[in-house]
């Protein structure tokens, strides 16, 4: 019989430790496809902006359940061909409100940010549209198409108050949309904030999306100088008279910090989207020298994620 060594009383070589073990570093957490809830007041151009994402490469899927967002975004996840996925999902689900809320909240604890989109428009227009294509409105029962169209921005209040982007279709026609939804909506490296600037007249009403509004109105109007009445203010005379005025200069300057100190607390909190609406009365000359002038102003926060875009909503339209 053979008998161990270590049973005869000779010393065992000790069993060399093993090397402490290199300290792991913690597995990132996997990035997350591109998701975008597109949803809004029916008749407001959901349909347009989705059919602009599509034809930008994103997946887009319509008239999902709100239930179902969960899974589809799971199922796709690590699929290459939709590493940009858009659901348009609206009143026609039932429990719509609810079922969304459960859908986001079951999204962010996987790791997913998604950005709601929430295409309005003032009533008064969304009546025409419907009559225009003459279909009733899912809401509106036997009731009239008004009725419809304010249940269901009662239903939406809450919805369109925490969504990250909202888009005012109201002066829009479907090229202007479009661009807007190209510009708003396009996935950039780095860009940690999107701040619209927009220039409008307050005869054609304030811009439905708009954060901040700042009236020009208490400055001297060209319009009322005959040589440059026929020029905008991107035309270098109104833009000089505009400019020169005691009164503008010490106004934007004060704008620029308000926004400077606006755009700390944005990046803070994570918000995304920013409408800065600049008005005179028709927005053609005061507001869109100020609106360029301002960007201007601002270029440098590039340097910290920002991406500034000037709009002229009312120009060309006196």
């Known amino acids: ?7 005869l009383g000779e010393k065992q070589s000790p069993v060399p430790a093993e090397a402490p073990a290199e300290p792991v570093e913690p597995a990132e957490t996997p990035r997350r496809p591109d998701l975008v809830i597109l949803t ?18 994103w997946y887009v899927v319509d008239n999902l359940p709100p239930a179902m ?38 999204l962010q604890e996987r790791g997913w940010r998604p950005r709601v989109v929430f295409v309005d428009s003032s009533d008064e227009a969304l009546v025409r549209r419907f009559e225009a294509v003459r279909r009733p409105h899912p809401l509106q029962g036997e009731g009239l198409l008004l009725d419809g169209i304010r249940r269901e921005r009662r239903m939406l209040g ?11 279709t109201t002066n829009y026609n479907v090229h ?14 780095g860009v940690r904030l999107r701040m619209a600037v927009m220039a409008f007249g307050f005869k054609y009403g304030i811009p439905l999306d708009a954060d901040v509004v700042l ?10 100088v005959p040589e440059l009445r026929a020029f ?24 620029e910090q308000l926004l400077r100190t606006s755009v700390r607390g944005y990046l803070a909190e994570g918000r995304r989207y920013v409408t800065v609406a600049i008005g005179c ?24 994620g920002v991406q500034l875009s000037a709009f002229h909503r009312d120009l060309g339209r006196e």
Do not use: C
């Open 176 to 189: 202007e949309l479009s661009a807007k939804v190209d510009d708003l909506l396009d996935v950039r490296t």
């Open 40 to 57: 809004g007041m029916s008749g407001a151009g959901r349909t347009t902006a989705a059919d602009v994402l599509e034809d930008r490469g």
């Open 215 to 224: 009236d020009l109105r208490f400055l001297p109007n060209p319009y009322w």
């Open 232 to 255: 905008s203010g991107k035309d270098e005379a109104v833009r000089d008279f505009v400019l020169g005025h005691e009164l503008a200069q010490a106004y934007i300057e004060h704008a």
């Open 158 to 168: 809450d919805l369109r108050s925490s969504s990250d982007l909202v888009i005012d």
């Open 1 to 7: 019989m053979t008998v161990p060594r270590s049973d």
């Open 69 to 106: 967002i969960v899974h589809l975004a799971e199922a796709t996840a690590d699929d290459p061909q939709r590493q940009r996925l858009a659901v348009v999902v609206d009143v026609r689900s039932r429990d719509f409100t609810t079922e969304l809320g459960v859908a986001l909240t079951g």
């Open 281 to 304: 009365t028709g927005g053609k000359h005061r507001s869109v020298a100020s609106t360029d002038d301002l960007v201007r102003r601002l270029a440098d926060l590039s340097e910290v």
